[in-house]
């Protein structure tokens, strides 16, 4: 990343191509979350996991349009909160904030416990609370005292990770040359023990998998082109995410017809044994297991920032959370806080955890096509005329779709997401002194990209 001076101020330096921002967004989102999401998604869904990856792509799609749309409207580096802020009302922006912040909190639990779960699969004497224990203290202690090392370790180990996951489909592709498929290719697209209902509550837990395209508008300053570049590649990471997704998922479903499963959460494990033996799959299990690790921090690391940026900033008290050790520099109670709610996946299963994660996202997804719509209404008002079927109707969709599929999440993560969104607003109404006064402001323009969900 190069960066250049001017005056007494740093502005980065626009190098990357509409390639490198997709290659970005792609990292971010870590394709190969299929393979783990697979088990639970082709569950949900009646055995069509490749349709309910297609209805979670074309959702996104639908929400990457307007990320694309609100980062030429707002350039620079920017995310839901911004938008929401700038387009709407600084109180409605900081609830967006806040339910990034639920975003942000869990996302580290279900890396946790994929983790654990592929710990398990590995030695399945030991319970998985204990592996999810084990994984829990590795991640903060790293992140406590060794950050710098964690994320150049990261990054070997994602590119480690890629190139199983391409292994993988290479030998689900020779068993089914070999063995064939007791299933159809329309059986695995649709078949009696699916419905319409079965695929939307599957595509509701399948937009796990994509979370972490919008990443790619923080790029504002980095991109060639600046917005225009920053617009395309948004909707490039999502199509081609999706393609990926629902190729690889195809396969699987292929390899493995119908959802039913030993242990739908283990699912992607089973299949590896399937199609390349036992020794294979151990091999291949460390390398996820290494991979999901290093997510791990990642994410742990991107969680507590988030708390301090929050507390710094005075949206969360700055007292608890806008602090950093004088040893370490890094925010050790906010780490900590992670790791406590990392426990709590002793008592989940991966979809409803998965759940939780997308109960903010979206909020935050129906917020960003809201902004849209807000921001065809300034234009119009200053004489300016943007196409109302791109500004209006395809947004419309969007909020639609977003809540629609917030809807089918589990019932679980809809009692949480809303009291969580309850506690937001009563705390929003504490900050404001009864909504009267702005919100504070989160500065979020130098988050560092958070890197990948665990891999294959």
Same mark, same amino acid.
């Given at each position: 990343?190069?960066?250049?001076?001017?005056?007494?101020?740093?502005?980065?330096?626009?190098?990357?191509?509409?390639?490198?921002?997709?290659?970005?967004?792609?990292?971010?989102?870590?394709?190969?979350?299929?393979?783990?999401?697979?088990?639970?998604?082709?569950?949900?869904?009646?055995?069509?996991?490749?349709?309910?990856? *297609?209805? +979670? /792509?074309? $959702?996104?799609?639908?929400? !990457?349009? &307007?990320?694309?749309?609100?980062?030429? %409207?707002?350039?620079? =580096?920017?995310?839901?909160?911004?938008?929401?802020?700038?387009?709407?009302?600084?109180?409605?922006?900081?609830?967006?904030?806040?339910?990034?912040?639920?975003?942000?909190?869990?996302?580290?639990?279900?890396?946790?416990?994929?983790?654990?779960?592929?710990?398990?699969?590995?030695?399945?004497?030991?319970?998985?609370?204990?592996?999810?224990?084990?994984?829990?203290?590795?991640?903060?202690?790293?992140?406590?005292?060794?950050?710098?090392?964690?994320?150049?370790?990261?990054?070997?180990?994602?590119?480690?990770?890629?190139?199983?996951?391409?292994?993988?489909?290479?030998?689900?592709?020779?068993?089914?040359?070999?063995?064939?498929?007791? *299933?159809? +290719? /329309?059986? $695995?697209?649709?078949?009696? !023990?699916? &419905?319409?209902?079965?695929?939307?509550? %599957?595509?509701?837990? =399948?937009?796990?998998?994509?979370?972490?395209?919008?990443?790619?508008?923080?790029?504002?300053?980095?991109?060639?082109?600046?917005?225009?570049?920053?617009?395309?590649?948004?909707?490039?990471?999502?199509?081609?995410?999706?393609?990926?997704?629902?190729?690889?998922?195809?396969?699987?479903?292929?390899?493995?017809?119908?959802?039913?499963?030993?242990?739908?959460?283990?699912?992607?494990?089973?299949?590896?044994?399937?199609?390349?033996?036992?020794?294979?799959?151990?091999?291949?299990?460390?390398?996820?297991?290494?991979?999901?690790?290093?997510?791990?921090?990642?994410?742990?690391?991107?969680?507590?920032?988030?708390?301090?940026?929050?507390?710094?900033?005075?949206?969360?008290?700055?007292?608890?959370? !806008?602090?950093?050790?004088?040893?370490?520099?890094?925010?050790?109670?906010?780490?900590?806080?992670?790791?406590?709610?990392?426990?709590?996946?002793?008592?989940?299963?991966?979809?409803?955890?998965?759940?939780?994660?997308?109960?903010?996202?979206?909020?935050?997804?129906?917020?960003?096509?809201?902004?849209?719509?807000?921001?065809?209404?300034?234009?119009?008002?200053?004489?300016?005329?943007?196409?109302?079927?791109?500004?209006?109707?395809?947004?419309?969709?969007?909020?639609?779709?977003?809540?629609?599929?917030?809807?089918?999440?589990?019932?679980?993560?809809?009692?949480?997401?809303?009291?969580?969104?309850?506690?937001?607003?009563?705390?929003?109404?504490?900050?404001?002194?009864?909504?009267?006064?702005?919100?504070?402001?989160?500065?979020?323009?130098?988050?560092?990209?958070?890197?990948?969900?665990?891999?294959?």
């Amino acid at each position: 990343m190069n960066s250049e001076t001017t005056g007494n101020s740093m502005r980065l330096k626009g190098d990357l191509s509409l390639f490198s921002v997709v290659l970005f967004g792609l990292a971010y989102i870590s394709p190969g979350i299929v393979v783990t999401m697979f088990g639970v998604v082709a569950a949900t869904s009646g055995g069509v996991a490749p349709t309910a990856f *297609a209805v +979670a /792509t074309l $959702a996104m799609l639908l929400t !990457g349009l &307007s990320y694309a749309k609100m980062a030429r %409207a707002v350039p620079g =580096a920017g995310s839901v909160y911004t938008y929401a802020r700038k387009m709407l009302d600084s109180r409605i922006g900081f609830l967006s904030g806040w339910a990034m912040l639920l975003d942000y909190f869990f996302i580290p639990m279900v890396g946790w416990l994929i983790t654990a779960i592929y710990f398990n699969a590995q030695f399945p004497d030991i319970p998985k609370w204990v592996w999810l224990i084990v994984s829990v203290g590795i991640t903060t202690a790293i992140n406590i005292f060794g950050m710098k090392l964690a994320d150049r370790v990261n990054k070997v180990l994602m590119f480690i990770a890629l190139g199983s996951l391409v292994l993988f489909a290479t030998l689900c592709v020779v068993f089914l040359g070999e063995h064939g498929s007791s *299933a159809s +290719a /329309t059986d $695995a697209l649709w078949n009696s !023990g699916t &419905s319409i209902g079965a695929v939307t509550a %599957a595509a509701a837990i =399948a937009a796990y998998s994509f979370l972490g395209f919008d990443a790619v508008s923080t790029l504002g300053e980095e991109a060639r082109g600046g917005a225009r570049t920053i617009g395309r590649g948004i909707i490039g990471c999502v199509i081609a995410a999706g393609a990926i997704f629902i190729v690889l998922s195809f396969v699987m479903q292929l390899v493995h017809p119908g959802a039913t499963f030993i242990d739908v959460d283990a699912a992607a494990y089973h299949l590896k044994v399937q199609v390349g033996g036992e020794t294979y799959a151990e091999m291949i299990n460390f390398v996820t297991i290494a991979g999901s690790i290093a997510s791990c921090i990642a994410l742990q690391a991107s969680a507590a920032r988030l708390m301090y940026v929050m507390g710094r900033d005075g949206a969360l008290p700055k007292a608890i959370f !806008g602090k950093l050790s004088g040893k370490t520099g890094t925010p050790v109670l906010n780490l900590l806080l992670t790791a406590a709610a990392g426990v709590v996946a002793m008592k989940l299963d991966l979809t409803t955890a998965t759940s939780f994660i997308n109960f903010g996202a979206f909020l935050g997804f129906a917020l960003v096509n809201v902004c849209v719509i807000a921001h065809l209404v300034r234009e119009r008002r200053d004489g300016r005329t943007p196409n109302l079927f791109s500004y209006l109707v395809m947004p419309a969709i969007g909020v639609g779709v977003s809540l629609y599929l917030l809807t089918r999440l589990d019932g679980v993560a809809l009692q949480i997401g809303g009291v969580w969104l309850a506690i937001g607003v009563v705390y929003l109404a504490v900050l404001t002194k009864g909504f009267r006064r702005p919100a504070p402001e989160m500065t979020f323009d130098d988050d560092p990209a958070a890197t990948d969900r665990a891999t294959v």
